[in-house]
């Protein structure tokens, strides 16, 4: 088994029936700004930080009210390093920028491990720009 390595926090999501009024606050009162990715549902919003945040609507994310993903180097390993820890882990999906997976942890909640697509990479700084 190999180790994963977890570069940091780069996705949180929730899931709600007041989905308008929660893209409205983040936008209006957050100052947040709203972004789109090809693939994906839900109301995205660009942090400085290079994260997302993105509100969906209710089971929009599956089955969880929230989501967290964590940034992996490489999606593959970690998926095999977390079955064979016993995690109940899904498939390998992905969208315009990143592959990603959900599984479960032993808190029995549901968290995302997420890898960026290359060509999202700046050469300047090797950061994402959304």
């Given at each position: 088994?190999?180790?994963?390595?977890?570069?940091?926090?780069?996705?949180a999501?929730?899931?709600?029936?007041?989905?308008?009024?929660?893209?409205?606050?983040?936008?209006?009162t957050l100052?947040?700004?709203?972004?789109?990715?090809?693939?994906v549902?839900?109301?995205?919003?660009?942090?400085?930080?290079?994260?997302?945040?993105?509100?969906?609507?209710?089971?929009?994310?599956?089955?969880?009210?929230?989501?967290?993903?964590?940034?992996?180097d490489?999606?593959t390993?970690?998926?095999?390093?977390?079955?064979?820890?016993?995690a109940?882990?899904?498939?390998?999906?992905?969208?315009?920028?990143?592959?990603?997976?959900?599984?479960?942890?032993?808190?029995?909640?549901?968290?995302?491990?997420?890898?960026?697509?290359?060509?999202?990479?700046?050469?300047?700084?090797?950061?994402?720009?959304?």
């Open positions: 088994m190999t180790n994963m390595r977890i570069l940091g926090l780069v996705f999501g929730s899931s709600t029936s007041n989905r308008q009024e929660m893209t409205d606050f983040l936008h209006n100052s947040l700004e709203p972004t789109q990715v090809e693939g549902e839900a109301d995205l919003f660009a942090l400085p930080d290079g994260s997302t945040f993105a509100v969906a609507s209710p089971a929009g994310m599956g089955d969880t009210p929230r989501s967290i993903g964590f940034l992996v490489n999606l390993e970690a998926a095999e390093t977390l079955r064979a820890s016993g109940t882990v899904g498939p390998i999906a992905e969208n315009a920028q990143e592959r990603y997976l959900h599984f479960r942890a032993p808190d029995a909640q549901l968290y995302e491990l997420v890898e960026r697509k290359p060509l999202h990479l700046t050469s300047a700084d090797s950061k994402i720009t959304r």
